[in-house]
Structure formats: C-alpha cells, structure tokens
C-alpha cells in the first residue's frame, strides 16, 4: 500500500458545541489523522467556519486544518489572503485551503449577498486564488482582474508553508468548475461517495482541461469523501444497521443499500473497500463517522485500518 494515503476527520459542525468540536479534534490530532474539516455556510446554525478553526489550531499540535470548502463569494479574496497567512503561522504551517465558488443559494439570499451565475461565480473563484497565491508569495501584490484587484499589497507574515499552502477547490461543475480544478488546484474534491468509475469520469474531464492549459494533471491530488460506518464484529455491524434503518425510519434493506458507495462493516471489510480507491491512485480521504462523532469510533478506524495504508 502507498505510504501516502491520508485520512480526513469530515465534520459537520451543526449541532456541536466548541468544546464537542475541541474534543474530536483533540482526540483526531492525537490518533494522527492527517486532517480534519469544518464547513462555511453564514445562514446555518453552527459556529462559523474560519473563526472556529483558529480556535481549533491553538489546541491541536499535527492535524492539519481543512475548510471544506469556504465559499469564495464571502469574503474578499485579499481579506482571505490576510487571514490564511495568519492561520498557517498560528498552526504552524497546518492549513490546506479548502475553497469553492459558493453553492448555496439560499445562504446567499439569507445573508444578503448577490449570488452571479454559476459561470460568473467560478470566474471569480479563479480570480480569488491567483490573488491569494500572488498575496502569498509576493513582496508585493499587484492584480487586476474583472472582478478584484490589488494594488502594490503587502500581506505579512507570509504563510509558512512553501510554495504556499495547497489549495483543495471542491465542487462538480464539469464545464466549469473542473476548468478551475485544472488550473488552479493542488487538491480537488469533487463528489460525494463516488463510485470508482465515477471519479473516472471526473477526472478525465480535468486531464482534458489540464491538456487545453499545459499543466500535468498528476499533480492534482484526488479526494475521496465517504461515509464510515464501522463496526468490530459483523453482529455490531448488523446492530448498528438496524439502529440506522430506525433512524432513518426505512427498511433494513433500503439502509444497507444506502451504504453501497459508503465505507462500512468491520475494519477488514472497510480495509478492502478503501484499497478498491487507493489501488487508482486515490490517496486521500474525508471520513463522514455518524453523528455524534464518538471516540469508539475514531479509535477503531485508527488502530484498526489506518495502520493498513502507512
């Protein structure tokens, strides 16, 4: 197996409390997940995204910190470049910045925010990251696009990582959005329990657009966000599935099959599931565990599968 596969803790933070956030990524940072998430919608009712994270960077040590995804119509991108530097030196060079051209409608017109089209909005997303990575890298910034500009901007301290922090564009537009992916991105996410042929698909769609820019689309990481339902025996799974199917008020049969695209059973049938991505150069993964996250689960994904893939 590669030495390179990662594991992300996928949080949706509704329904926590910081000191529930602080202690699932306390105990991911300590179990050596490579990352964990949170995402950035201002209309939800949950603590926001990007002031939740630099609370969270000062109590954790390794796990890199992951918006998935900010939405790039929020906040000006020279405001983004400003506070991304300043979240890299707080973590310690730990940020991979998770960003998108903003989905939602509804939390647009909630917040009082125009809302383009979905062509206009990746335009501008593109225009947010080179001015972010000019900020980043640049003594001093000057940019003039469309639709934002700097002019002779100087954003100290510089992130610590180098060239930059990575930057992950999340979203499934294949005529627009993967155009940015090509261009832009270091990392994508693209989907949500994606079947292998899937992401294919996806992918061959970002080669045909890295091939139009020049670029080499190998050097795009590829996410993979699932579901994990994980169990250490198969009479706990089965449990587990009937607790599920109550839950969702369905069949016990329509349950299981709601888990065909999602990682689930025990840790060797998880192993074999997650090796079918890996084996295709998938190496990077965003774990959705039920909520509430539990520490029996994270544990048992940690010492039981992760150990497989290092």
């Known amino acids: ?24 990524w306390t105990r991911a940072d300590r179990l050596q997940y490579h990352s964990a998430t949170l995402y950035d919608l201002l209309n939800a009712p949950a603590l926001e995204c990007w002031t939740a994270l630099s609370g969270l960077a000062t109590l954790t040590n390794q796990i890199r910190l992951t918006p ?66 000019k900020s980043w890298t640049e003594p001093s910034a000057t940019y003039q696009g469309q639709y934002y500009s700097l002019e002779q901007s100087t954003n100290e301290p510089k992130p610590l990582q180098h060239p930059h922090p990575p930057v992950l564009i999340g979203g499934h537009g294949e005529r627009h959005l993967l155009r940015s992916v090509a261009g832009h991105a270091d ?20 080669r045909s657009h890295c091939d139009d820019l020049g670029r080499d689309a190998s050097e795009i990481g590829i996410t993979h966000n699932t579901r994990v339902i994980i169990a250490e025996s198969e009479k706990e799974f089965e449990d587990l599935a009937v607790q599920g199917a109550a839950s969702a008020n369905i069949s016990l ?28 150069g998938i190496h990077y993964f965003f774990l959705l565990f039920p909520d509430p996250i539990t520490d029996e689960n994270l544990d048992l994904f940690a010492s039981e599968v992760m150990p497989h893939f290092t």
Do not use: W
């Open 1 to 24: 197996m590669s030495s390179h596969v990662k594991f992300g803790v996928r949080m949706h933070q509704h329904g926590y409390t910081f000191d529930e956030l602080k202690r699932v």
């Open 68 to 133: 998935l995804v900010l939405g790039n119509t929020y906040r000006p991108p020279a405001l983004l470049a400003k506070m991304s530097s300043t979240l890299d030196v707080i973590s310690g060079g730990r940020l991979e910045l998770g960003i998108g051209a903003g989905g939602g409608t509804g939390d647009h017109l909630a917040s009082g925010l125009p809302f383009p089209s979905t062509a206009e909005r990746v335009r501008m997303l593109e225009e947010a990251v080179e001015l972010i990575k």
């Open 187 to 206: 990392l994508c996410n693209i989907g949500f329990e994606m079947s292998l042929e899937e992401h294919q698909s996806k992918m061959e769609i970002v």
């Open 253 to 280: 049969a329509d349950y299981k099959k709601s888990l065909s695209g999602a990682i689930s059973g025990t840790p060797e049938q998880c192993v074999h599931q997650l090796s079918k991505y890996v084996d295709e």
